[in-house]
Structure formats: structure tokens, C-alpha cells
């Protein structure tokens, strides 16, 4: 397990007093062999800064028009918002603010934003559930839990299959259709698992999360939706504008008609189990894992866990805690199990400089398991209280209830785009009930629900 030197003390972490920006070298140094790839200063910023500056450039015209195209007017907000950098509250009402209530212009991106809230809300009712399947398969599924070398090294010898990797391992971002065809080639093209496809993705990906990446696998699988997701070249083609297919001399596994790739992949099975649906295992909400009981002698002091998914100075648990020690945790073990790209460590350590260089004061950034780092440093800063945004995300959640067996942990309230209680099951009822609060208006009834 790696640990933070004692403060004032010369260690690989970044230490209470010492002024940004992070000393990236030491941060590799202590993270070393729990990240992939040469540490640098990264490919794309990140920070709240620079989300702000991001989000006041974007102009959503044409969005519901263009989204699916790979070159369409896409934000590229996720990895901000998947971070807390930027709240999807924030997004929407910022948007409004610049374009007042062009619902042509707005309610489509609304809606996609939507999705994040309807996943997060999965999360919060499955908690780690999430990570197996949520529904019975709709077809017999073979399921090999591996990481095939061509993927691995983005030769698969089909030109988009490929290009949509090299995309992947270089940039930390794939556009949201691109995700659906790779992820519908994993699946029923390789019959690979799932759980290995979205393990690759949060290791590379800059917004990889538990949230929309295993509640998307799953609906690409069919195991979260009431049918299987797949595509055709055609599709391939028409929406990434036949860059790849101009070129590919392979013996293209796609180039069918859907009924015969339906025959093929799924055989006779699909159309019987379709519609199935239902939920195996409905364990309840999982809640953020926040209760604790009080510790046998509360200490005055107070630090605030920056998590992983709150790296914002609007953050509810900054806020109510002007000048509180902040301490941001990597979680040293889950790193070894699952090494990140080093791209998405140094997008969350551009968060922190930023957040050091708005509230002029350090973060403590230390390694280990989650609940024992944080506990080290809240120790440290003679602390009994821990500030922290509240969150569903398992390890983050896990660790907060950990910590409230000695400390007493505060789950900060992050406003949501929706409140919308009860099982979340099919994003088509979810916006029923959302639609009216995220867009201000009524769901258009009949709508198409397709990702
Ligand atoms: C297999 C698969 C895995 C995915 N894994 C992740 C992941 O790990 N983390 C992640 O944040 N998103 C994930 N997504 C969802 C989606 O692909 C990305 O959020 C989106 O592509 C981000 O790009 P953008 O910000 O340019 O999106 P835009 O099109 O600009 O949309 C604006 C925002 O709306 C939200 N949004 C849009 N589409 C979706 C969607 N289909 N599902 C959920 N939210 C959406 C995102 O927050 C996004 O930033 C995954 C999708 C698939 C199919």
C-alpha cells in the first residue's frame, strides 16, 4: 500500500503548505505500477476552469440533428462532468442562460444529458449490482472473460474496429456512437463479456465511470434494455462518414442486413426471450453508504474529502467548509487491479491545481486504500469530521462508510437534473416523469427513445 509521508516531510505526495502546482513527477513516482502509459502533462485539460471556458463556447445548434454523426456538434463535456468539474444542473441552466428557451436548439442535448442523471440513478439504486447484470440475457450469451491481444494493441485488422481504439488509447474519448459500436462488436461480434469491455473503457476513457459505462455495456448487451444492440456497415458508415470503409479491404463482418446479422448472432433466440425484461435482482437502493455511527469522541477538526467525482470549488462540501484542509485520495489498490491511463490521472491533477489555484489553499493528495488514506490524513489534520459530496459510486461510497466507524462523515447533497423516485428500469418511463424538470416542458409523446 503506498502512503503519504508525515506533513512538512520530503515524500512523493503532494503535502499540506506546499504551493501548485502538483509536483507530477512525484505523484508518478508514488503511484508507480498502478498507471499504464509515460506520465506528462496529458492530452486534454482538465479543471474546472477549463470546463467553464468549454461549456461557455459550446453551442448546441443542430445537436438533435447531428449527435450521432462522429463529426456532430458533440460537447465533449463528459470527462468534466463524470469529475464533478461541472455539474449537469450547472450545464443545463448555463445553456438556458445563453439560448432562453430554444427548445429546438436545446431539448435534444437536454434529453442526452439526461441520460447521465437516469444513469447515476441506476447506480444509486444497484450500487456494485451494477457491475454484474441487472436482467436476465435476452439471448444465450457466451461470455469470455478476457482482453484479446488484437484489441489490446488496436489491430484487429478492421480499419474502424481499429481506429475506434486507436481513438480510445490516444485521446481518452470516443464519440457516444462509436462507444455503442464497439462496444455491440465486443459483445456479439467476439462474444466477449461485458464486464472486460467496460474494464477497458474506464482504464481509458476521461469520463470512465461506474454510472453511464456498466448501465451502457449493459444496455449494448441486452441485459439492461429488452433487446441487444447491434449495427450494420451501412450504419458504420453513414454516421462516421466512411472514412474507415473507403479504405477497408477486410472481410467485413457488418456488411449484412439487419434481419441476417439478427439470424446470425442471436439465431432463433432473440425473438422469443425479447421483451422478457424484468429486473433479476432488485436489491433496493443502494444509498451512498454515508451512515455511521458516531465516533466514541468526536475531534473538532474538520477536513474535506475532494473526491473523484467532485473536484469543483462549487462543490456543496467545499462551500460549507470555507478553509477546511481539502484531501484528494487515489485509491492505490483499485489502480493496481485496474491500471488507468496516465491521461486521466493527469485530467484529475490539472482539477486539483486548478481547485488550489481558485481557493489559494493546497490539496493533500495521498494514495492507499481509500478509507485508510483519507482516515491517515483526516489523522494527520487532527481531524473528527469529513466533508464529503455525497455519491453512489461504490468505492468512494464504500470507503465514506468505512470511515464513519471512526470519524464522523457529512454526505454533502448534489443537486440533481430530476428527482424521480422508485426502481429506474427504462429510460422511457425515467423521462416521463424528468422531462418536465430538466427541459421545462412535457415529454413529446411518441418520441423515439434511441440512444
Ligand atoms: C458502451 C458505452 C460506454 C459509455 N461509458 C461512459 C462512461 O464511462 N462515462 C460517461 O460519462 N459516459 C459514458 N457513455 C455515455 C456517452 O457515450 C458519453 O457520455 C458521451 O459520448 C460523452 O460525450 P460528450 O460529452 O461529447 O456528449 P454530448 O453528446 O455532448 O452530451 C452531453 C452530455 O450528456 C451526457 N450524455 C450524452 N449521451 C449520453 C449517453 N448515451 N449516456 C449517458 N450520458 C450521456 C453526457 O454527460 C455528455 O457529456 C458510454 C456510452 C456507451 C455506449
Known amino acids: 500500500m503506498i502512503t503519504r509521508g508525515r506533513p512538512g516531510r520530503a515524500t512523493g505526495a503532494y503535502e499540506w503548505g506546499m504551493s501548485r502546482p502538483i509536483d507530477r513527477d512525484a505523484i508518478a513516482r508514488l503511484l508507480e505500477g498502478r498507471f499504464t502509459g509515460a506520465p506528462g502533462p496529458g492530452i486534454v485539460r482538465g479543471g474546472r476552469s477549463e470546463a467553464l471556458r468549454l461549456l461557455e463556447a459550446y453551442d448546441p445548434s443542430g445537436y438533435g440533428r447531428g449527435r450521432n454523426h462522429l463529426r456532430g456538434p458533440v460537447s465533449r463535456l463528459s470527462p468534466y462532468l463524470r469529475h464533478g468539474m461541472v455539474s449537469p444542473v450547472e450545464v443545463r441552466d448555463r445553456l438556458r442562460e ?11 442535448f437536454f434529453r442526452q444529458l439526461a441520460w447521465r442523471d437516469f444513469f447515476a440513478k441506476v447506480l444509486a439504486w ?12 435476452k439471448h444465450p450469451v457466451p461470455r469470455e472473460r478476457r482482453l484479446p491481444l488484437d484489441i489490446a494493441e488496436g489491430n484487429t485488422g478492421l480499419p474502424c474496429v481499429d481506429g475506434m481504439l486507436g481513438e480510445l488509447y490516444s485521446r481518452g474519448y470516443l464519440h457516444n456512437h462509436a462507444r455503442l459500436w464497439f462496444a455491440a462488436y465486443w459483445c456479439h461480434f467476439r462474444g466477449l463479456d461485458w464486464r472486460e469491455g467496460a474494464r477497458l473503457f474506464r482504464r481509458f476513457l476521461l469520463d470512465g465511470d461506474t454510472a453511464s459505462n456498466s448501465s451502457s455495456w449493459q444496455w449494448v448487451e441486452g441485459t439492461f434494455a429488452s433487446k441487444p444492440y447491434f449495427m450494420n456497415r451501412e ?14 479491404r477486410a472481410a467485413c463482418p457488418f456488411d449484412k442486413s439487419y434481419p441476417e446479422l439478427q439470424r446470425i448472432l442471436f439465431g432463433a433466440s ?19 453508504g454515508l451512515a455511521g455511527p458516531e465516533p466514541a469522541m468526536p475531534r473538532a477538526g474538520e477536513i474535506v474529502w475532494v473526491h473523484d467525482g467532485a473536484m469543483s470549488w462549487e462543490s456543496p462540501a467545499v462551500r460549507a467548509n470555507p478553509g477546511a484542509p481539502l484531501v484528494f485520495a487515489f485509491d492505490a489498490p483499485a489502480m493496481r487491479a485496474e491500471p488507468p491511463a496516465w491521461h486521466r490521472v493527469a485530467f484529475m491533477l490539472d482539477g486539483l491545481d486548478d481547485l488550489t489555484a481558485r481557493l489559494g489553499r493546497p490539496v493533500e493528495v495521498v494514495a492507499g486504500e481509500l478509507a485508510g488514506a483519507v482516515g491517515r490524513a483526516a489523522d494527520a489534520a487532527g481531524a473528527g ?12 461510497a464504500e470507503a465514506a462508510s468505512r ?9 454533502h447533497a448534489v443537486a440533481a437534473l430530476a428527482v424521480v423516485e422508485g426502481e429506474p428500469r427504462r429510460f422511457s418511463r425515467y423521462w ?18 434511441h440512444r
Open 403 to 411: 470511515l464513519g466507524e471512526r470519524f464522523r462523515v457529512v454526505g
Open 126 to 137: 444497484h450500487g456494485r449490482g451494477l457491475e454484474d447484470d441487472i436482467e436476465e440475457p
Open 98 to 108: 445563453r439560448f432562453g428557451a430554444d427548445a429546438a436548439r436545446l431539448d435534444e
Open 385 to 396: 469530521v469529513i466533508h464529503l459530496d455525497a455519491t453512489a459510486e461504490p468505492a468512494v
Open 235 to 248: 450504419n458504420i458508415e453513414n454516421f462516421s462518414g466512411g472514412e474507415w470503409c473507403r479504405v477497408c
Open 270 to 288: 432473440l425473438a422469443p426471450l425479447a421483451g422478457r425484461g424484468g429486473s433479476a435482482a432488485a436489491p433496493g437502493p443502494a444509498g451512498d
Open 432 to 449: 416521463e416523469k424528468a422531462a418536465p424538470q430538466v427541459t421545462g416542458r412535457r415529454a413529446e409523446r411518441g418520441a423515439r427513445w
